[in-house]
């Protein structure tokens, strides 16, 4: 970490009360390297279905990327802010994650819009059953946000009272200046409806600027089409339905809107992609700025109107699009991303290059990968272990995952990172994604969600792996390499120790809880607890009993509103001066910390923090809190749902917010 940022970090622990005060810690600069090549956002945090927006960040006047993560479709995602370092043409953009926390509360999906016109794009975002406002009021230094419309609101005739205009939560609204009058209109599927209203925004006509949020239904069915079933249905003339009785009417699930004039010709034409389907729908307007009317559609785009250039906008489910200048060159290149879960996650983030040089767009695909290629990345889900694979006196890093998306399903491998670095200054290689052959296993299907932890289960002296998978079983991957030789997990234990845990998926850690000479285990669970599986064998033949199901009465739950019911406890309990303390990752992503264990195994642990540290960098942390530099002090690690990893590099003492 550089100097004058840990001191920074240092005097800034200073102005709180310790009761209050953070971890001084940032993210680490350890090198990454895959296919040789250094990953310039190692330690991003991964990317699954994102809403891709431009916004900038620093006031430098270039436009830098925030990404909204749906993570795993929870309502709650997580911001990824990517720094635009790039020159005119150039694609270059660096992961900066203070900004992460600078945004207000979002769910379901958000969007950027600089409704008015000052430079600074403002934040649209999903209330109950709507949108709602948040104006950009940054100064250089100070990313903020105001609320400004807790709903927007539009009348269906000028004397009529206003009423919130309608989101679902799985839709993304198409926010353009459809007129090309200067002020924000909105297009949006109704609640029961399969055509697209438009609510003209009357401020321009009314007031003369653009800022005032005044908003009339202008047409029920803009464009004249209708969509459902993944089928666009043209020249439906429905111009107007005053008592909301129209037969046409089905429910709609969800849609994502973008609009973009793609022909430079004025009026604005639209991409529609819907919940149900794989590819795009490409509208094209034949009509006017005032008049819309859809008169050619077509799922093969960007290939429009040749429709054999590029590579098609395909993805499992519920592809959406962004226009945005991702190069720097003036105008506007293609993103798409899958809008839900069931999708690609390691390759779902498309981009696509504006070629053209006249104001009719031509985008030619470039990458599936767009950002994730410059991160570890290891699909849906990161559970991190760390291991001297190669007995080199370094800790390598293994990664379980829940699944890499290939073809129509997610296929569950560990990837291996070896520590080519240094006792004192680590970096890390890829060396397969496939660790231990553990993909090509006969019972693969099955050996969802893996999560390694390590031990000498056997006391032969060489570190074995435990593994559990997303179903509540407990795998024995044997090291048979001997004392001293690098690892060779040539022995797969399918179930070895007929464990079945409740409230699965399970998440391990090898530990002697009891401190009686041999290992025992606990694995946290999807209810928010932690089991405690006591071993009653011997250093050599492990026979783990269950103790209980409620170790400690941990309980990491998330909010029901958000999460359900699920918790996702991920534990890792270590030895600080002689006593044991605990700490566990959870769905919310918050980590929490226990004390208060030895000597009280049947009792309830004292919990010192619910987010130590406010440190959350996405759903369903998991954690290692270990020295990988020599430094004898704790180093943090963390996966999140992304597949990726936060690595924070303790400096200073830990400092713990009660």
């Keep these: 970490m550089i100097k004058s940022k840990l001191l920074l970090l240092f005097i800034s622990l200073l102005g709180f009360n310790l009761l209050e005060a953070q971890l001084p810690v940032g993210r680490d600069t350890i090198t990454v390297i895959e296919g040789g090549k250094v990953l310039k956002s190692a330690w991003a945090g991964g990317l699954n279905f994102c809403i891709v927006s431009q916004v900038d960040l620093d006031l430098d006047t270039k436009l830098d990327l925030v990404l909204f993560d749906k993570v795993d479709l929870f309502a709650y995602g997580v911001m990824r802010c990517f720094i635009n370092k ?112 438009y609510h003209k925004n009357m401020s321009m006509e009314t007031y003369g600027h653009d800022d005032s949020l005044r908003y009339e239904l202008e047409e ?38 973008m609009c973009m004039d793609r022909d430079g010709d004025g009026d604005k034409d639209l991409i529609l992609g819907d919940i149900s389907c794989s590819t795009l729908h490409y509208l094209e307007n034949g009509g006017t700025t005032l008049n819309a009317h859809i008169s050619d559609t077509t799922k093969l785009f960007p290939n429009y109107p040749n429709k054999a250039s590029t590579q098609v906008i395909n993805m499992n489910s519920f592809p959406c699009t962004y226009n945005l200048d991702i190069d720097n060159d003036g105008d506007k290149d293609l993103v798409a991303s899958p ?40 699909g849906e889900g990161a559970y991190p272990c760390l291991i001297d694979v190669d007995t080199d006196g370094l800790l390598d890093l293994i990664i379980g995952n829940h699944g890499y998306y290939v073809g129509t399903t997610n296929r569950t491998k560990m990837a291996y990172y070896r520590n080519t670095g240094t006792l004192s200054q680590p970096s890390y290689s890829l060396i397969t994604r496939d660790f231990a052959n553990l993909g090509t296993l006969p019972n693969t299907s099955t050996l969802t969600g893996l999560v390694p932890a390590v031990g000498d289960i056997d006391a032969d002296g060489d570190k ?67 089991a405690y599986y006591r071993n009653t064998g011997t250093t050599t033949a492990a026979t783990f009993v269950l103790v209980t199901n409620s170790f400690g009465n941990i309980d990491v739950t998330g909010d029901p509103g958000l999460y359900s019911s699920d918790g996702s406890a ?52 998991a954690l290692q809190y270990i020295d990988i530099n020599g430094d004898s002090k704790r180093d943090l690690i963390l996966g999140n749902y992304a597949g990726d990893y936060l690595f924070i590099l303790q400096k200073l003492k830990l400092v713990l917010r009660r």
């Excluded at 209708?226 to 009417?249: A, M, R, Y």
């Excluded at 004390?595 to 996405?618: A, Y």
Aim: charged letters at 20%; glycine letters at 8%.
């Design 86 to 197: 790039g020159g005119v043409g150039e694609t270059k953009y660096v992961y900066d994650g203070e900004y992460s926390s600078k945004f207000p509360p979002v769910q379901q999906w958000v969007t950027f819009f600089d409704y008015d016109n000052d430079g600074k794009a403002d934040l649209l975002t999903y209330v109950l059953g709507g949108i709602k406002l948040y104006r950009n009021t940054s100064t250089v230094g100070n990313l903020s946000f105001q609320l400004i419309k807790p709903a927007i609101k539009s009348a269906v005739t000028p004397t009529s009272t206003p009423a919130q205009i309608y989101s679902s939560p799985v839709s993304i609204p198409g926010f353009s200046d459809i007129d090309n009058d200067g002020d924000m209109d909105v297009l949006t599927f109704s609640s029961s409806g399969f055509s697209l209203e």
């Design 220 to 257: 029920y069915t803009w464009g004249d089409f209708s969509e459902t079933s993944c089928i666009v249905s043209l020249n439906q003339f429905v111009k107007q339905d005053p008592i909301g009785e129209s037969p046409l009417k089905v429910m709609h699930s969800g849609s994502c809107l």
């Design 339 to 378: 809008n839900t879960s069931n999708s690609e996650n390691s390759n779902s983030v498309w981009y696509y290059e504006n070629t053209s040089t006249t104001p009719t767009v031509n985008f030619q695909f470039v990458k599936n990968n767009f950002l994730q290629d410059d991160m570890i990345e290891v």
């Design 464 to 530: 074995d792996l435990i593994v559990c998978d997303y179903y509540g079983k407990v795998h024995w991957l044997e090291n048979t390499a001997g004392i001293g030789n690098p690892c060779n997990f040539s022995i797969f234990k399918n179930n070895y120790f007929g464990i079945s845990t409740t409230f699965p998926a399970a998440y391990p850690q090898v530990i002697d809880v009891d401190r009686d000479g041999v290992l025992d285990l606990i694995i946290g669970l999807r209810n928010g607890k932690v």
């Design 570 to 621: 991920a534990p890792f309990m270590y030895d600080e001066s002689g006593s044991y303390k605990l700490l566990v990752g959870s769905i919310s992503g918050r980590i929490f910390m226990y004390d208060n264990i030895d000597g009280n195994l049947s009792g309830n642990f004292n919990r010192i923090d619910t987010n130590v540290n406010k440190i959350n960098d996405g759903p369903k942390s």
